[in-house]
């Protein structure tokens, strides 16, 4: 029969001391979850230790709730005729994706989400003008019907922008939003409530979200369990403003980012779009016969949009993003490259 071990740290108990195996039924906050089996002795730094003989990790048959020092005490009293217990609490974390922009996009599983949530964590990217950050808000208050939601809003760290050290930069600033995070389900997040992040788009696409907790929960410090709710992305919301499919039929598509677009994936692919693009990378393509479908703050009241043959808009889509970007202080495109039929 196999075991989980639920561990909870109380601040009197001593270090390194081993426990058997016990079986009883007792409710506890659980902190961290191992897996062993009957008979096990489990050795943690400090903590009370649970063990739980069930079928179903969730729903566990049979708890103990003892500090190690005390485990020939609580051999003696074991009971099997306590009522089954029904669980124990755990916080809950929603990803829910937002889509692109239009307010209007948002799913009925979103909203359903949104209305769940005690607490939304809203990260402030620190940009002048944040209208990501407004939105967010309109959000919330257009779309949830009561009022026992909290609103928290952190500084999001600042990604290291230098090339040269991408991915040095890309794991220091997930740690950073790891240890962001875990404070914020630490302290701003009770035991039983739920907890809401909302990210642009779908939270599956180009999204660091879920990378950071699954890294906050390697951790160990929190135990929390979290659910994605898919949102509509920026390409879909792209070739739907520009009223075409994705594809042509038969034709393949490929998503990549502005820094790793390579004419190779030009030569394998009729449709390539590209998101995240800082450097208007379309233009090295110029002269080689595509079309262009570009986007920007796409589903808001500001979108534009521009399409063509790349070598007749490629300057008038630079001219636009340059300003736009120097007005606002921020901006979010999309584009799809496309051979001619």
């Not at 062993?36 to 009370?48: A, E, I, L, P």
């Not at 135990?223 to 949102?231: A, C, N, R, W």
Request: with cysteine; proline share 4%.
């Amino acid at each position: 029969m196999q075991l989980v071990f639920l561990v909870k740290v109380p601040a009197h108990q001593r270090t390194g001391e081993s426990v058997l195996a016990i079986n009883d039924r007792q409710p506890v906050v659980v902190v961290h979850q191992f897996v062993g089996r009957v008979g096990d002795s489990c050795c943690f730094t400090h903590g009370y230790v649970v063990f739980s003989s069930c079928q179903n990790d969730n729903v566990p048959d049979f708890q103990l709730q003892c500090p190690v020092a005390d485990k020939n005490h609580l051999r003696s009293r074991v009971s099997h005729d306590l009522p089954q217990w029904s669980g124990y609490p755990m916080k809950q974390i929603l990803l829910i994706g937002m889509g692109a922009g239009d307010p209007e996009q948002i799913t009925l599983q979103a909203i359903a989400a949104l209305n769940r949530a005690d607490v939304i964590f809203i990260l402030d990217k620190g940009y002048v003008d944040d209208e990501l950050l407004r939105l967010r808000k309109a959000l919330c208050q257009r779309h949830i019907t009561h009022q026992g939601y909290r609103l928290v809003q952190v500084q999001d760290p600042r990604r290291e922008g230098d090339p040269d050290v991408y991915e040095r930069g890309i794991e220091s600033w997930h740690e950073q939003r790891a240890a962001l995070f875990e404070r914020l389900l630490t302290d701003e997040l009770g035991a039983d409530q739920v907890g809401a992040f909302l990210v642009w788009g779908d939270p599956s696409l180009y999204d660091s979200t879920m990378r950071i907790l699954d890294r906050v929960l390697a951790r160990g410090r929190e135990t929390f369990e979290y659910q994605v709710i898919p949102g509509i992305t920026s390409v879909q919301s792209l070739v739907a403003q520009h009223r075409i499919p994705l594809n042509r039929i038969g034709e393949s598509i490929h998503i990549t980012t502005g820094r790793r677009l390579a004419a190779a994936a030009l030569e394998q692919h009729s449709n390539v779009v590209v998101m995240l693009d800082a450097q208007c990378t379309f233009e090295r393509y110029v002269g080689q016969g595509l079309d262009i479908y570009w986007g920007a703050y796409l589903g808001t009241a500001d979108e534009m949009l521009v399409s063509g043959r790349l070598d007749d808009v490629c300057e008038q889509i630079k001219l636009l993003r340059a300003e736009a970007r120097d007005r606002r202080g921020w901006i979010m495109d999309t584009y799809l490259l496309r051979k001619p039929a």
